[in-house]
């Protein structure tokens, strides 16, 4: 199954599962969505519950909360990640804080879409990965699946969640498939260990797993042998997972595809230097350099952490190889 | 479209005698809490910033008691009139305001951003613009259940996006919405004029919604206006547009004295304050004399003088106290 086909699976299997749920945004119902999600949901849910809107992110995300905080569950699709500031203060001002500044009046269980990520020759503002900017604000939860599975049993968990979530859909997964996934929903804020291995934990995210795994193989040949851990959700963030693999391997490499100032990679060292100084050798981020995204194809792949970056820039760290690492490191 | 204003200046038929007097009641409740906030604050008992609604009053009284229970309402930051207006309860919004666990949002909210579910009151907004997006999200969940989302705001809104973002969402999908512009001629020190182009109502009619200016300072005119308003959302035309002129009789925030005013202007509108115009249309129209006047007053003096003595001994939250988010 495709990545897109169980994020379409999620949708329709919970819309016929509860009908406050409602789906909406930009070309999401007829068109059927930019990237081919969300086909054939509007003709077996109605135009009431699954319709199009303007192009007003500021209208979609307000939409959501007030919907949300008067009993229906909105699901809505900001077409690009992109477009997320847009519709900024629906999410951080008054999604994020209702419940708590309500004295726990309301939940408000929204979720918002969004295609995130660079790879695609998209340019500089439709490539972005948007996780940092949200995974600062408490309220918010951030997931970020990395395979259809994940996708299909986290994007279903998030709707049944009472808390605003935001759902990021990496466009360069879409179309990689899997095993038809489990039909239950997964449990938000658990990390899953995609490869096991002694020398060193590698955590990242939706591409950025694949990215991993694919460099864990490149260091085996090399008698490197890396755990990779998928963190599945960006916020709450699973320390536990990330601090066991660390105290067996004690080093730790971090991939975000996102500028390295300010992003979730550097939380994650914090975490490791907080809660177990002592089991670390070493510790360090690689992301993307602190530039926006170019176009140019020989730009953006260079721009890009890719398995072949990750596993140089590990061997040079550990002094197995002397091969000049390429990439952009801490 | 209808954009005649009803006629200004005296009570309706449809409101009774009694109807009428809970009317001015409700209106001099929040003229006599908004003193009490300032009187507080200058003690130094409430905290931050504060946005009187003085002056206003009309606006949120005459909406509000046209409501059914099943509609909702997003206030703005000048809030504690829209808030009293729907019922509730003084002392809870009042401990809000002293930052006490007894407010309304256990002290988490304060002034700007008041919720009480209980009362109708879905939020009130600390920024601009978040009132239209609340209500308009909200009517799309009340229009299964014959229920209206009314969106405060003033006339510095209409220059927000979100002002056109939802008043476009609101009409293309013929949602049940009131959107009332309390257009008070100031956003925060500047004339609106200086920074709005054209008419407000023009904005609305552009997009082909119904849309009425009227007199906001006078409560029965407020309460048909949005009697007519109410209907045409519930029997599902669409969105309605309300302009409520009015006037605030103090300045935008704490910090100002309203010295950006125009030479006589607060004068000229004191004498059309919202509740002078209503006592007089009360003994006017509904033979009310000026002891039951007083004895009302003396009531309302009465029930502000206890919620403060309450207040002011209810307990400060515990500091320890971080809860969780649900999950």
């Not at chain 1, 699954?50 to 905080?69: C, K, M, N, Q, Y």
């Not at chain 2, 510095?156 to 013929?174: D, I, P, R, S, W």
Request: charge should be negative.
């Amino acid at each position: 199954m495709e990545f897109r086909q169980a994020i379409r699976d999620a949708l329709d299997e919970e819309l016929a599962r509860d009908e406050r749920v409602i789906f909406f945004g930009e070309d999401v119902a007829r068109p059927g969505g930019v990237f081919a999600v969300t086909p054939g949901l509007q003709e077996a849910h109605g135009s009431d519950r699954v319709f199009d809107t303007p192009i007003s992110e500021l209208a979609l995300a307000g939409a959501a909360f007030g919907s949300a905080v008067c009993g229906a569950r909105p699901v809505i699709e900001i077409m690009f990640g992109d477009f997320l500031p847009l519709a900024m203060d629906s999410l951080v001002n008054q999604a994020a804080k209702y419940w708590y500044l309500s004295n726990e009046q309301a939940s408000v269980p929204l979720v918002v879409r969004s295609a995130i990520g660079a790879g695609g020759r998209f340019g500089a503002i439709h490539s972005q990965n948007p996780a940092s900017w949200f995974t600062n604000v408490p309220g918010l939860k951030v997931v970020a699946p990395s395979t259809p599975g994940d996708a299909k049993a986290l994007l279903k968990a998030a709707i049944r969640d009472d808390n605003p979530v935001l759902f990021l859909e990496h466009k360069r997964l879409y179309s990689l498939k899997d095993d038809a996934p489990a039909a239950e929903p997964a449990e938000i804020g658990v990390a899953a260990v995609r490869r096991t291995g002694g020398d060193v934990t590698i955590v990242s995210a939706m591409k950025g797993v694949h990215d991993c795994l694919a460099a864990a193989e490149l260091l085996a040949e090399s008698g490197i042998e890396a755990e990779v851990i998928d963190l599945r959700t960006l916020r709450p963030l699973d320390s536990g997972t990330v601090l066991e693999s660390l105290a067996r391997t004690n080093r730790l490499v971090v991939v975000e595809e996102g500028p390295m100032t300010g992003g979730w990679a550097g939380e994650i060292l914090s975490l490791a230097i907080e809660n177990a100084l002592e089991h670390i050798d070493d510790a360090y981020r690689i992301a993307t350099a602190d530039t926006p995204i170019p176009y140019s194809p020989t730009l953006e792949d260079a721009f890009l952490p890719s398995a072949q970056s990750i596993a140089s820039n590990i061997r040079s760290r550990l002094g197995v190889s002397t091969a000049e690492a390429v990439g952009f490191t801490g | 479209m209808s954009t005649v204003a009803p006629a200004a200046g005296a009570a309706t038929t449809e409101l009774d005698r009694d109807a009428s007097i809970a009317l001015y009641r409700r209106m001099r409740l929040i003229r006599r809490f908004e003193d009490t906030i300032q009187s507080l604050f200058q003690r130094g008992e409430v905290h931050g910033t504060t946005h009187l609604y003085s002056g206003e009053e009309a606006s949120a009284v005459g909406v509000c008691s046209a409501l059914e229970p099943q509609d909702r309402v997003a206030g703005t930051y000048r809030g504690h009139g829209h808030a009293l207006a729907l019922g509730v309860p003084t002392g809870g919004l009042l401990d809000e305001m002293l930052g006490r666990s007894t407010g309304v949002c256990g002290g988490r909210a304060g002034s700007m951003n008041v919720v009480d579910l209980d009362h109708q009151l879905i939020g009130c907004f600390g920024i601009i613009g978040g009132s239209i997006a609340a209500a308009t999200g909200a009517s799309l969940a009340l229009r299964s259940r014959n229920g209206v989302a009314v969106a405060f705001f003033g006339d510095g809104t209409t220059n927000h996006g979100y002002f056109h973002e939802c008043l476009n969402f609101a009409q293309v999908m013929k949602l049940p919405v009131v959107f009332v512009c309390e257009n008070n001629l100031y956003g925060e020190f500047t004339p609106w004029e200086d920074v709005t182009a054209g008419q407000i109502r023009s904005r609305p009619e552009a997009l082909e919604m119904s849309a009425v200016t009227i007199d906001g300072n006078d409560v029965w005119t407020v309460h048909a206006a949005a009697r007519e308003a109410l209907a045409h959302a519930r029997r599902g035309d669409g969105p309605y547009f309300i302009e409520a002129l009015t006037y605030r009789f103090v300045g935008h925030s704490r910090s100002d004295p309203g010295a950006y005013r125009k030479p006589g202007e607060l004068d000229a509108w004191r004498q059309r304050d919202p509740l002078k115009l209503a006592r007089a249309a009360l003994a006017d129209v509904f033979d009310v004399g000026e002891d039951e006047l007083a004895e009302i007053e003396a009531a309302v003096d009465g029930e502000l003088e206890a919620a403060v003595e309450a207040g002011l001994a209810a307990p400060y939250p515990e500091p320890g106290i971080a809860r969780q988010f649900k999950d």
